[in-house]
């Protein structure tokens, strides 16, 4: 999911101000409708959702993809990899990730990495509603205001697309990735060897009551998913190799949203809560 060093700012709660939701979670990715994913980097839509997209192109639904940047400055070897070449790369490994998974339609914004935050906002909001408004979802998926990893550019992404959808698609249902403390507790020994996520609390412990889509992916799924990962070597062939392909299996098999309007506002101010990019 890009990027590495020091959290600026540790201190965060690390269980998700969310309120109950009011049905049950959605765990059939087919109720979805039209799916619009809204990402900062190649690899932040596999890791969260790439079961979602195939699940849900499986069914016959239209998946469409946004990404902000090719991810261009995340390697810890810039040496090896500068951003042009790493671009070039992460553009291709993109694409043939999101075929794995059945999804044909895919916007690139072109953003440098590590300057969302640095755009102009209200180019950027407007920008992504003509493209949701273009596309007319049924759901929106992006990160939450915490930006899952405490990544500055999923913050500002996450922001963008809540503002674009509730000028573009304001019927659209808008979900937020987050995580479970299942989740976190199958994770959690990997952080500590791989650092993935960089900020401490993170990622968030959302309450499973609190949930509005858990998809627990079956085999064929997986297998999808781990395929479109495993496309996107540059980021995951080392991770894979690290922890064996079982491990990585069992850790990427679920995928959990929240409701946008379950988030308090108070979570909202997580969005000052910056990692350097
Ligand atoms: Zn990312």
């Known amino acids: 999911m890009s990027a590495s060093p020091t959290p600026l700012r540790p201190a965060a709660p690390r269980t998700a101000p969310v309120t109950p939701a009011i049905s049950p979670a959605i765990t059939d990715a087919a109720d979805l409708g039209t799916v619009l ?3 900062a980097h190649p690899d932040d839509e596999a890791f969260l959702s790439a079961g979602l997209m195939a699940a849900a192109t499986a069914a016959g639904n239209r998946v469409v993809c946004v990404t902000a940047t090719l991810g261009e400055r995340g390697t810890p070897e810039p040496e090896r990899w500068p951003p042009d070449r790493l671009g070039r790369v992460r553009a291709h490994e993109l694409r043939a990730s999101l075929a794995v998974l059945g999804v044909t339609e895919h916007h690139l914004l072109n953003i440098v990495d590590g300057t969302c935050a640095a755009q102009p906002h209200d180019a950027a909001v407007w920008r992504l509603a003509g493209i949701v408004d273009a596309v007319a979802p049924d759901t929106v998926v992006t990160f939450g205001p915490e930006g899952m990893t405490g990544h500055e550019d999923h913050q500002t992404v996450s922001a963008w697309a809540t503002e674009a959808r509730a000028i573009a698609a304001p019927r659209a249902r ?5 995580t479970t403390e299942e989740f976190v507790q199958r994770w959690e020994p990997a952080r500590e060897a791989f650092d993935v996520f960089l900020a401490e609390g993170l990622p968030l412990r959302t309450p499973a009551d609190a949930l509005a889509v858990e998809l627990r992916l079956t085999p064929a799924e997986l297998d999808r998913k781990i395929v479109a990962l495993r496309a996107q070597a ?10 064996g392909e079982e491990r990585f299996r069992q850790w990427w098999s679920t ?8 988030v308090s506002s108070g979570a909202r101010e997580w969005g000052t809560w910056r ?3």
């Open 275 to 277: 990692v350097a990019a």
């Open 174 to 178: 808008l979900l937020y990735a987050t």
């Open 234 to 243: 540059s980021q995951t062939g080392g991770l894979i190799a690290a922890v």
């Open 37 to 39: 994913g809204i990402w």
């Open 255 to 262: 995928e959990a949203f929240v409701a946008a309007e379950s």
